[in-house]
């Protein structure tokens, strides 16, 4: 095993049409009867249970009490499991499926994921795209609220399944957002950034990743970043 690659999800995989944004909102609704809340709210970059607690911290003004952060979480996911297959802007970033398949055929790397969303989340949403398939592992924030954590988590399970010792720098974080690749610097891995989501290339060089990409397109560029 030569590298352990952590793929973020929203924008850098897919992006779902606002289909999350959508079942956040019927969440949000059917528990505290406020519509639209996501609007006040900027979820890029962020994990599912803290987009939730931002969510009541700006329209309730207090912290979320036992078990509203889990319901509201629970109304999510059910919710997205409804949008995401009827979400007529569902779209697979540019060059990912390439990338994918090219990068399974390889016995040298292991591909997981490594994001703010809920597993089963992560599911709902890569179903559509039958891209699950490529990721037999990783972490999410079902895991931990914490970005550095849920790394952590992917490229332990990564290790397991491999078998082996990773050195942190031959794990490459993916993502297309500056917390991506903040958190990727926070475990000692390589960060790949791609401006394929709303954060453009002079935002996401202020982060400074080791690699920076308009998108994934070009299939050789974009491996030899990610495999040397």
């Known amino acids: 095993m030569k590298r352990l690659l952590l793929f973020d999800l929203d924008w850098t995989l897919i992006y779902t049409g606002g289909a999350g944004a959508r079942a956040l909102d019927f969440a949000f609704e059917k528990l505290f009867q406020i519509p639209g809340a996501m609007k006040k709210v900027t979820p890029d970059g962020k994990t599912d249970p803290a987009i939730c607690r931002e969510m009541i911290h700006v329209y309730l003004k207090r912290e979320p009490r036992p078990g509203e952060i889990e319901e509201l979480c629970r109304n999510y996911l059910d919710r997205l499991a409804v949008e995401v297959p009827n979400s007529s802007g569902y779209l697979i970033m540019p060059g990912i499926p390439r990338l994918l398949e090219?990068?399974?055929?390889?016995?040298?790397?292991?591909?997981?994921?490594?994001?703010?969303?809920?597993?089963?989340?992560?599911?709902?949403?890569?179903?559509?795209a039958d891209l699950m398939k490529y990721f037999r592992f990783g972490g999410y924030s079902s895991d931990s609220e914490d970005r550095p954590a849920i790394l952590r988590t992917a490229a332990r399970r990564g290790e397991t399944l491999a078998n082996t010792t990773i050195h942190p720098r031959d794990v490459i974080v993916i993502g297309d957002n500056q917390r991506d690749v903040l958190a990727g610097q926070a475990?000692?891995?390589?960060?790949?950034?791609?401006?394929?989501g709303p954060q453009?290339?002079?935002?996401?060089?202020?982060v400074n990743p080791d690699h920076l990409f308009r998108d994934l397109s070009d299939t050789n560029a974009a491996l030899k970043a990610l495999i040397g």
């Open 102 to 128: 090219e990068l399974s055929r390889r016995g040298d790397v292991l591909m997981g994921l490594g994001t703010g969303n809920m597993e089963e989340g992560a599911r709902i949403k890569l179903a559509r």
């Open 200 to 206: 453009k290339e002079a935002e996401l060089a202020k």
């Open 187 to 196: 475990i000692g891995a390589t960060t790949v950034a791609v401006a394929s």
